[in-house]
């Protein structure tokens, strides 16, 4: 009699150590099978579609090409296609949302001791959802208090001012006119109780909206 066919994995991240690490922790765990490694996000697209995998451990930031969450939206749109858990080191409001909006069944952080994140990836493996609980705090708070929460957009909108965007610019990252970005922002503005961009950005690193 043989028993349940093993948890074949895919694992998405830029860095070899980070891929080696996960690896090692993975293959220890019984069930567990660690069937390929893509260093983009682009890689991670392909192999998915590729067949022969369960679950993919995808990070957020591949450097240059595509982001983790526009992976994941790839992945995931793909009927019976693998679950996506997402393992990164952000944990802001901005990242949160993409990822769960991308439709990735699970959100752990790169710290998780071990067996939590064996137990996420068995979660995501079954098609339950596999937060981590800091994450699903945050969630939480969003849902309590809608009015103030930003949106993604806005998220998305002050997450490139903060890195210095003019609203020229921030307009055709996002597609959107001059006065949908200046829109947004006054949203935001009213949101966190600012009148200035860089007040605005100050307050959403602190409240770890937007990163760093």
Do not use: C, W
Not at 152 to 179: D, H, M, T, Y
């Amino acid at each position: 009699m043989t028993g349940p066919a093993p948890v074949r994995l895919l694992l998405a991240d830029d860095h070899p150590v980070v891929r080696a690490g996960l690896r090692a922790v993975l293959d220890t765990e019984p069930g567990f099978t660690v069937v390929a490694e893509a260093a983009t996000a682009e890689r991670a697209v392909e192999l998915a579609a590729a067949g022969g995998v369960d679950v993919v451990l995808m990070d957020l930031q591949f450097g240059a090409g595509m982001h983790g969450s526009e992976a994941t939206a790839a992945i995931t749109a793909v009927p019976g296609g693998p679950k996506v858990l997402v393992l990164t080191t952000y944990d802001t409001d901005a990242d949160i949302l993409a990822a769960v909006e991308a439709g990735a069944s699970g959100y752990l952080l790169k710290d998780a001791p071990p067996e939590e994140l064996a137990a996420a990836v068995r979660t995501a493996a079954a098609g339950q959802s596999a937060l981590a609980p800091a994450v699903a705090h945050r969630l939480m708070d969003r849902m309590r208090t809608p009015a103030e929460a930003l949106t993604k957009r806005e998220l998305e909108v002050l997450q490139l001012v903060g890195e210095g965007l003019s609203n020229q610019q921030i307009s055709k990252v996002l597609f959107l006119s001059q006065a949908t970005v200046k829109s947004h922002l006054v949203h935001v503005f009213a949101k966190l109780g600012v009148d200035s961009r860089t007040a605005a950005v100050a307050a959403a690193r602190e409240r770890r909206l937007i990163r760093r």
